[in-house]
């Protein structure tokens, strides 16, 4: 499976992005699915998950409420809408997939495919 993030770019505080994550392969109906983000100077961290189905979804709490994930099976994409986006928001945005796992899954280590990044840069 290969994974390509796409639709980041720079807000002013207040305002929405949508992220894409296209991926090849058969098998993508059957992998959870998340978002990470990275920080300049910090870790990688999950902001959301989605299981197999897109029924299951699951957030960080810094972005519960502002953002929504949803997949598309058909057309092997998945989404990210970010609203009331804030500057702590500005990173590196990663989704990833999980050949272990259907169901929600959280921990970076779960995951065996990772897209590029795409830059988020929120301006206050």
């Known amino acids: 499976v290969q994974l390509q993030a796409f639709g980041g770019g720079l807000v ?3 305002g929405s992005l949508r992220l894409s994550c296209a991926a090849s392969g058969r098998a993508f109906s059957n992998y959870a699915m998340a978002w990470f983000r990275q920080a300049p100077g910090k870790e990688r961290e999950f902001v959301a998950a989605i299981n197999w189905s897109g029924i299951s979804t699951y957030y960080a709490d810094s972005v519960k ?8 099976n058909v ?3 998945m989404s ?14 990663y989704c990833a997939a999980s050949k272990k ?12 495919y990772w897209g590029q990044g795409t830059q988020v840069t929120v301006s206050s």
């Open 101 to 112: 796992y259907s169901r929600i899954v959280t921990s970076s280590t779960d995951f065996d």
């Open 65 to 72: 409420g502002r953002f929504t994930t949803s997949r598309d």
């Open 80 to 93: 990210l809408q970010m609203n009331s986006l804030k500057p702590e928001d500005t990173a590196v945005y």
């Open 12 to 14: 002013q505080a207040g």
């Open 75 to 77: 057309k092997n994409m």
